[in-house]
């Protein structure tokens, strides 16, 4: 399907306007932050579930050396709410909105957003986030270096300059639950098997 581009107009680099149709709307530049050097931040996409792990999970990471968490938030319980509340007063946590987008009666885009949202998410945290690296992971996925903390290991890996991206296997991968699955006509993502990390505008991606 092809369909028209939209005329672009830049405002003294405050503003991108896009034209389209007799219709335009307005994107706020922003200028990109300085990296910290030896630093880690980790960007969590949009939470479908495991909410009830978000303890354990912002502890742990903050035990493998990350200095702060973007999380990507749309709703979540009450209790949820105060943890994240927690953690954003302490300057560990960013909460980034992340509401529904406009639905008519004819079309809901909220119902096939479920990858493109993360993907979506993931690029936006590149933007965001002010440490050498990052990490783009669910809330169900730590990255645990065999000895040490991660931190430190990163920092050491990439400071050959011939490494550009590296990759973790998951240890705890149990499809056992799907033994006695029944066919199901609803199609979604696949299940990952790996996690990996690249350097991107100075970055690692996980």
Avoid at 47 to 58: A, K, Q, S, T, V
Avoid at 171 to 181: K, M, P, T
Wanted: charged letters at 15%; a neutral charge.
């Amino acid at each position: 399907m092809l369909l028209p581009l939209p005329l672009i107009h830049l405002s003294c680099c405050f503003q991108v306007t896009l034209f389209l149709r007799g219709r335009n709307v307005s994107l706020p530049l922003y200028r990109l932050p300085l990296r910290k050097s030896g630093t880690l931040s980790v960007c969590v996409p949009p939470i479908y579930w495991y909410y009830f792990n978000i303890i354990f999970f912002l502890e742990t990471w903050k035990e493998q050396g990350a200095s702060h968490v973007y999380m990507y938030y749309h709703s979540s319980s009450r209790s949820v709410l105060q943890v994240l509340r927690h953690y954003e007063q302490q300057g560990f946590v960013t909460m980034v909105p992340w509401p529904s987008l406009p639905r008519s009666q004819l079309e809901d885009p909220n119902k096939s957003v479920y990858r493109l949202a993360h993907s979506l998410a993931h690029n936006d945290c590149v933007l965001r986030i002010e440490s050498e690296f990052g990490a783009l992971v669910d809330i169900d996925e730590i990255i645990v270096p065999r000895s040490g903390t991660l931190l430190p290991f990163i920092v050491e890996k990439f400071s050959n300059a011939t490494i550009a991206g590296d990759k973790f296997s998951f240890v705890d991968l149990d499809f056992s639950g799907i033994l006695n699955a029944t066919e199901s006509q609803v199609n979604g993502p696949s299940k990952a098997r790996m996690i990996f990390i690249a350097i991107f505008h100075s970055t690692v991606i996980a």
